[in-house]
């Protein structure tokens, strides 16, 4: 796994990328993509920080793991690419700033759109097994990710955080609540959907915080 990633995140990752745990990890991804399928391309792996750089971040969404079905993963939390038929926690997404905006179902689940303009969709874990959910769970990407989120909450203000589902929720001990707006819900997924991530009104409170603090919204 060579490590090309975008500057402003480079310069403070550095140490991470230095310790053992990334060592370690970056031998078992090498490995698991010589020898399995695994998504998304290499070339994705670091997709959300190429399209949001820590210096331009607004929102962070947080996923759990990248989409494991051929053709999905991108390297951006709950995007799909163009083509690709919404899936169904990213259909709830879509249906909840349709009822808290009143936007139309985009024609595609690409989020680059987002990415561009500082949302950070990052998952807990950058890479996994074809159909296998999880399989690349415990192996170091978390320690990293964890790294990434204290580093946005460390070095800038006034970032919405959203936090959806209890997985996500636990990550709000990385993030200091006193210079940044965490919102939770119930994650997206069908499963959970209902028990009120539907009703969050999660995008116009984002906006409505960034507007507050003199930054342009989010075009959702």
Avoid at 48 to 66: T, Y
Avoid at 131 to 145: I, P, R, V, Y
Wanted: glycine share 8%; aromatic share 10%.
């Amino acid at each position: 796994m060579n490590v090309k990633i975008e500057p402003s995140w480079k310069k403070v990752l550095e140490p991470v990328f230095q310790s053992e745990s990334f060592i370690n990890l970056t031998s078992f991804v090498k490995e698991e993509y010589s020898r399995e399928d695994i998504f998304p391309e290499g070339k994705n792996i670091f997709n959300a920080f190429w399209h949001c750089p820590l210096d331009q971040i607004k929102v962070v969404i947080l996923g759990q793991d990248p989409y494991h079905g051929p053709g999905q993963a991108h390297g951006l939390s709950f995007s799909v690419k163009p083509g690709i038929p919404f899936p169904p926690s990213l259909l709830n997404i879509f249906k909840e700033i349709k009822n808290d905006l009143g936007k139309d179902l985009p024609s595609n689940g690409d989020l680059t759109r987002w990415a561009d303009q500082g949302v950070f969709l990052l998952n807990a874990t950058l890479t996994v097994r074809a159909h296998q959910a999880g399989s690349h769970q415990k192996k170091g990407w978390e320690e990293f990710t964890d790294e990434v989120i204290k580093k946005v909450s460390e070095k800038r203000d006034h970032v919405v955080f959203l936090l959806w589902g209890a997985y996500a929720q636990k990550k709000a001990e990385l993030i200091d609540a006193s210079k940044h707006l965490i919102l939770k819900a119930p994650h997206p997924s069908p499963l959970s959907a209902h028990r009120g991530f539907l009703g969050c009104g999660h995008f116009s409170k984002s906006n409505e915080y960034l507007i507050s603090k003199g930054i342009n919204p989010i075009e959702w």
